[in-house]
T-cell receptor
Framework: SQQGEEDPQALSIQEGENATMNCSYK?????LQWYRQNSGRGLVHLIL?????REKHSGRLRVTLDTSKKSSSLLITASRAADTASYFC??????????FGQGTRLTINP | NAGVTQTPKFQVLKTGQSMTLQCAQD?????MYWYRQDPGMGLRLIYY???????DKGEVPNGYNVSRLNKREFSLRLESAAPSQTSVYFC????????????????FGNGTRLTVT
């Protein structure tokens, strides 16, 4: 099974609402990263949170990390149509590989 | 500043044919990666190169070979394509050293969509 697993697999909300995606992982990590992928494009890095950090903000993005529960969440506030994309978490376990989850497909309805 | 450039964007191969996917980055990054993305499977690492002159296997290396031609370029070769290699292939680069940690973000190209019939 995947080191990082996102939940939900798909999320559809109205423009202006907040979107929350979760990522769970199995082994201890050095850091966790979130990426966005627009349809037909490559992944774009959003935010990196280290294992000794609990929360980070970047514009309308807020990421939390709970190492005791081995989970992270990505909150997008005041969503826009342009936020429609797939979102992936990726974990650095120190094993020389960054392991990606299967992603959450987010749809923002106008 | 183009970032990570992949060619070709699309390719259709017949079973048994060979081809090379090209990747180049202009950010002077040390580490480069090849991933494949399949529906429901997320991204899986095929090979990576922690620095010029070195390459290492990832999670799914069978059926592939790579060459780190210089610091800028990292190519992926399919010697005898199989339908199971139908996928979207992404090249990525990172400024840090892959054998240490991933303290900096990966920069991705826009992918090569490969179909093997």
């Amino acid at each position: 099974s995947q080191q990082g697993e996102e939940d939900p697999q798909a999320l559809s909300i109205q423009e202006g609402e907040n979107a929350t995606m979760n990522c769970s992982y199995k082994t201890s990590i050095n850091n966790l990263q979130w990426y966005r992928q627009n349809s037909g494009r490559g992944l774009v890095h959003l935010i990196l949170i280290r294992s000794n950090e609990r929360e980070k903000h970047s514009g309308r993005l807020r990421v939390t990390l709970d190492t005791s529960k081995k989970s992270s969440s990505l909150l997008i506030t005041a969503s826009r149509a342009a936020d429609t994309a797939s979102y992936f978490c990726a974990t650095d376990t120190g094993a020389q590989k960054l392991v990606f989850g299967q992603g959450t497909r987010l749809t923002i309805n106008p | 500043n183009a970032g990570v450039t992949q060619t070709p964007k699309f390719q259709v191969l017949k079973t048994g044919q060979s081809m090379t996917l090209q990747c180049a980055q202009d950010m002077n990054h040390n580490s480069m990666y090849w991933y494949r993305q399949d529906p429901g499977m997320g991204l899986r690492l095929i090979y990576y190169s922690a620095s010029e002159g070195t390459t290492d296997k990832g999670e799914v290396p069978n059926g592939y070979n790579v060459s780190r031609l210089n610091k800028r370029e990292f190519s992926l070769r399919l010697e005898s394509a199989a339908p199971s290699q139908t996928s979207v292939y992404f090249c990525a680069s990172m400024s840090g050293w892959a054998r240490r940690s991933y303290n900096s973000p990966l920069h991705f190209g826009n992918g090569t969509r490969l179909t093997v019939t």
